[in-house]
Structures are given as structure tokens and as C-alpha cells.
């Protein structure tokens, strides 16, 4: 116990979080995007997590990008270009935002010799374009000078990073799907079909666009894998699980497509590096960090990773789990065995077990429709609307409903459809009916394309909620019914960072010995402490079940197929 907690594993989170939305509902339009601002501000910021050895938090800190590093004129943490559809973040933002984050550890008298490994995230599909020669500045780095001194001239041939934001490379990826075969035999490929954010789609953009600067690079970084260079001294290898968020990796073979790989630059494979499992050690820290910081000789950089990956890792999902963010948009969390990419969602490689799969769905049409209908159905009252879910029957006597008050991106639908037990679509139903009608059907969709990816529930699947709808026990009593598995709360407001942590230490142990790593595994895959678990499922009739879902396949691919027809 002394040595688990003398030992320390740190986990760095570069991503630029996803803003939560402000409800209009309760505050008027110049208070919300006040507060937006806020959330905003609040939310683009480099953060590091120290845990020791039994996965206790032992520090933590932040630079928030807008604020504490006004000179890059960030908003969010990223720049909107004129177009409206360009959106890049600053690279050296990031290294200097890594000094400050560096200095204020030091000033906390945080103890860097203790520290066995480190890891970190990067927000998915941003890249980095480091220019020729610049590894030999990497190599070679002065501890009596900060990073930033040192890279901020001639190291990088493009200083504005394409990020998750963007989308602005509409034809690139049409170009893309065309060379592959089609949206679906790209997916089937790369686990996705063609996103204007993913990385080979923006790569392929600049070589069109900025030629110049794209001939002047020597090698392409995820932002995850740019932030592992900076602390190995060196340019660090692309993780499957990132790296399957480009439209470029192979996520069977785990190696870069060919096809992809041509249609995007030539000789592209040099650029980008092999990739490697998301749990390897990359090597010793540099010589930088020991000299500078006090890091040890040995501490260990274990392979950085995107930070939907990191998420999961954070969530310690494990085998047949499923985590659903119940916010503005409901996003799903998968842990899958044998994918089935599709048109709509996305499947990376696993960043836990490299050889098995995570899948990831969004669905705008989350907390924003329920409020909508609680609004419309409950007199805005919370207590009503849950009270009608308690009243009304699982399966909802045959009625169901899709309500897409915006376009849907799962399934890729509009408007709202409401249908009685006969299968015939009617334009009202009674208040309660409408709220079951709603969230049963929100979750069927969120079980059915789930497991049109892949995901099937096997004895001892845990649902994992999270989210400003997970503190409704009604609503989360659905959410069990509905996959009939128990259903546990959890807090993700650090769930990357701490996904980078455990990594550090899930990748270090791997390098001493198998038994030690299969105690660590069950460790990281646990419950997370703190969680709280709502009663079992009730037991329901297997064939009520099937029938809802029979049904409400049905009617989607009816949907589909009006939609196709017009």
C-alpha cells in the first residue's frame, strides 16, 4: 500500500471541451450567452490530474486558454475564421499553456520525482504540422528555457491547427467516400463514414489549399500525439484509438488504409508515422522535463490518446457497459467486441484493451426535447413529469413516438411522429402518454442503434448515466427498463484527465509483470467510487421487449424510406 501511494501517475487533458448549453428556458437570450461565455471559458483549459497508485486524486490543475493566455485571442479556446466554418486553435497556445501548467505545479511544491508514468488527451481530429528540421529542436532542448521560447520560431510550418470545430472541408470529403467506394464502405473501413473534422479530410484540404506549408512539413501529429512529442523529445507515434478518428486508419488491421492514405497526399504514411497500441510506453521522459521540472530518469511516457477515448478510460467501462450522457445532446459510450460500422456513429479502436472496440453515438435531440415536452405536458414542472412516468405502464400501452425537435444526426431525421398501438400515426396523445411515449422512445433508439454497431447486453452489464437528466431517479428507472440492466450515476466533469492518468499507470504496469497488470486491469474497469445504483430492473415480459423493439425498427426504416422517396 505505502509503495501504490508512493508512487504518482499523472494524466494531461489538451482537449477543447464541448461546451454545455445553457437553458433559454430559464434565463433570457443576454443572460444565456453571458453565461455561455461562461461555460465557455470555462471549459477550454489544459488540466492535469496526479493520481497515486490506488486511484487516488492527489493534485490537480489548470490555464484556462481565454483568460490566463488573452494575447491568443481564443474564444472557447479557438479561433472562428471569417468563413464561418474554419475553426483552429493556436499551437503554440497549447505550449505555452503547458509552461504555465508546469510553473504552477512547481509553485504547489508538486513532487515530479515521484511520478512513474504520464499520459495525456488531445481533443480528437486536431492536427499539428511540425516543419522540417523541427525534431532536431525537439531533441535538443534547453531546460533554461521554456517551450515556448524555444518552438515558437521556425518549428511549426502551420500555426493554426484544424480542430473538431471545423467544417469546412465538405468536398475533401466527398473526394474521400468516392475513392473509398461510398459513406458506407469508408465506415466499414475506418469505423466512420466521411466528417469534415476528421483529420485526413483536413490534411487533404491544406495540401490543396497551402501547398507551400504542407510541402514544408516533415511530419503530422494528432493533437495527443504533438503533446507526447513535447514531453518524450521526439515525435511520437499516432494510438490506434486516435488515430481511428481520422478517416484514415484501418480499424481492423489497425494500420493506415491505402486507399485513404492515396486519396488524401502522397506518400502520406512517411508524414504520419507507424501507429502503435494505445498502452504502449513511447520511452523515457526527456531530458528537458528531468532537468527542468525534476522528473526521473525513468518516468515513463505512455502513448497519448483522443479525448473521447480517454473518456471511456476515465469511465472505466469494461466489457458490455454502456455510458449515456443525458445533456443538451445524449451522447453513448460503447465497449464492443466485433463492430459493425455504420452510416451513422463512429467505432474506434479500444485505448484499454487495443485489441477489442469503443463506439460513440451522438443524438442532439436530448435535455432540450425534454424540457420541451415537460414545458408543453407538465406546466414546466419536473415533479409532474415524473410522476407521469410513474404512472403510465413500461411499453406505454403499444404508443411511441419520435420527437426530433431539430435535425437529428441518429438517425438523420426531423419533426415529431406519434404512433398508437395499431401502428398508426396520430397527431396528439394525452400529457402522460406524450412524456413516456418521449423518454422510452429517446432510449429504445439509444439501445437499437447502439446495437446496430455492435453492442449486444451480456450478464453483468452496467449502464452508466451521467448528466443534468441523471439526477431524475424516474428517468433513469426507464433507462434501466429499457436495458434491463441496472443503471449507475456517475460524475464525468473530469472523466478525460483522469482517463489519462490511469492509463499512465495501466500502460507502465504492462511493462513489469502480467500478474501485476491483471490486477491493475480489474482495478481500472471497477466501479467508480462514489457511484450509486438505483434498483434492479423490474422483471418484464422478454416478448413485451422484442415487440417494442420490432416496432420501433419498423417505423424507422419506414421513415428512412419516406425520406429517401422525396
Known sequence: MAAAQDSLYLGFDFSTQQV???????????????????????????????????????HQNHVLFDSELPEFRTQGGVQLHADRLTVTSPVLMWVKALDLLLDKMRRAEFDFSRVRALSGSGQQHGSVYWRRGASETLNQLDPDQ?????????????????????????????????AAGGALRLAEITGSRAYERFTGNQIAKLRQNRLEEFQDTERISLVSSFAASLFLGGYAAIDYSDGSGMNLLDIRSRTWSEICLEATAPHLDRLLG???????????VSSYFVRR??????????????????????????????????????TVFLWIQQPRPALEGHVFCNPVDWQEYMALLCFKNGSLTRERVRNECTGGSWEVFSAALRETPLGNNGNIGFYFDTMEITPPAVGVHRFDSDDTEVSSVSPQVE???????????RRLHAERLGYSIIPGTRVLATGGASSNKEILQVLSDVFNAPVYTIDLSNSTCLGSAYRALHGNTLTVTAAET???CSAVGGLIPGSTAPPSPPTLKQSVQRWKRKMWKEISQRMERRKERR
Not at 26 to 47: D, F, G, I
Not at 155 to 171: A, E, G, K
Not at 275 to 283: I, R
Not at 305 to 325: C, E, H, K, Y
Request: hydrophobic share 40%.
Open 20 to 58: 454545455n448549453s445553457v437553458s433559454p428556458v430559464r434565463h433570457p437570450p443576454a443572460t444565456c450567452r453571458a453565461l455561455r461565455r461562461v461555460v465557455a471559458e470555462e471549459a477550454a483549459r489544459l488540466k492535469v490530474v496526479a493520481i497515486d497508485g490506488d486511484l487516488n486524486v492527489v
Open 293 to 330: 521540472c525534476g522528473f526521473s530518469e525513468s518516468c515513463r511516457v505512455v502513448a497519448f490518446t483522443g479525448d473521447n477515448p480517454a473518456s471511456l478510460a476515465g469511465m472505466r467501462l469494461q466489457q458490455g457497459d454502456i455510458a449515456v450522457s443525458l445533456g443538451t445532446s445524449d
Open 274 to 284: 507507424a501507429p502503435l497500441p494505445p498502452t504502449s510506453v513511447l520511452g523515457p
Open 518 to 520: 491483471n490486477n491493475q
Open 146 to 178: 521554456s517551450l515556448y521560447q524555444q518552438l515558437q520560431v521556425c518549428v511549426f510550418s502551420v500555426l493554426d491547427s484544424p480542430v473538431w470545430m471545423d467544417s469546412s472541408s465538405s468536398q475533401q470529403c466527398q473526394d474521400l467516400q468516392a
Open 435 to 445: 412524456v413516456r411515449a418521449l423518454v422510452e422512445g429517446q432510449f429504445l433508439s
